[in-house]
């Protein structure tokens, strides 16, 4: 199935994909483009990013009804850990060249955030708290 029509309920771990981004090289520096069909499979209409993050800390924990994400370690290096009720993966980020595409419905958490670490997320929608599921019990539900 498309990614972009991969529905949260059932989709599992192996539709993570990392994937490269688009570099632009030049003599000054390097530059990264994220666009629809350029890499990633949806619009993004949110950009955040996580930063000054404790190396104990853990983030996320929870999953999403129908956002569909990009995450990058725009610098440093984490590790992201995917469930999605039945099957585990885990995928340490560490290049700004490369994105972790998630579909819906897969718990995360992420982990093991090194010093100065900043993860940039793109996300297919808004921010709504509706999509969120936080309670392992629900998420498994939802996946049965
Ligand atoms: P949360 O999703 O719990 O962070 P993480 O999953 O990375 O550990 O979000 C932390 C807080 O930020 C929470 O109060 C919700 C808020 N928030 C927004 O207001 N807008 C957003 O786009 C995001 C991602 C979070």
Redesign the pocket.
């Known amino acids: 199935m498309a990614f972009g029509i991969m529905s949260g309920a059932t989709s599992n771990v192996e539709h993570a994909q990392l994937t490269e981004l688009n570099r632009i090289r030049t003599e000054v520096g390097d530059l990264v483009a994220c666009e629809k069909g350029d890499g990633i499979p949806f619009d993004p209409v949110?950009a955040?990013y996580?930063y000054d993050v404790p190396d104990t800390a853990e983030?996320?924990?929870?999953a999403h009804r129908e956002l569909q994400q990009l995450i990058v370690a725009v610098s440093g290096s984490f590790k992201v850990v995917l469930s999605d009720g039945v099957g585990k993966k885990e995928v340490m980020l560490r290049k700004p060249t490369e994105g972790l595409l998630l579909p819906p419905g897969l718990w995360r958490t992420?982990e093991d955030f090194s010093g100065g670490a900043i993860c940039l997320?793109l996300?297919s929608h808004?921010?709504e708290?509706a999509d969120?599921i936080r309670d392992w019990s629900e998420f498994l539900s939802f996946k049965s």
Do not use: Q
């Not at 983030?59 to 929870?62: A, C, I, L, P, W």
């Open positions: 949110r955040y996580l983030r996320g924990g929870h992420l997320v996300a808004g921010y708290a969120y």
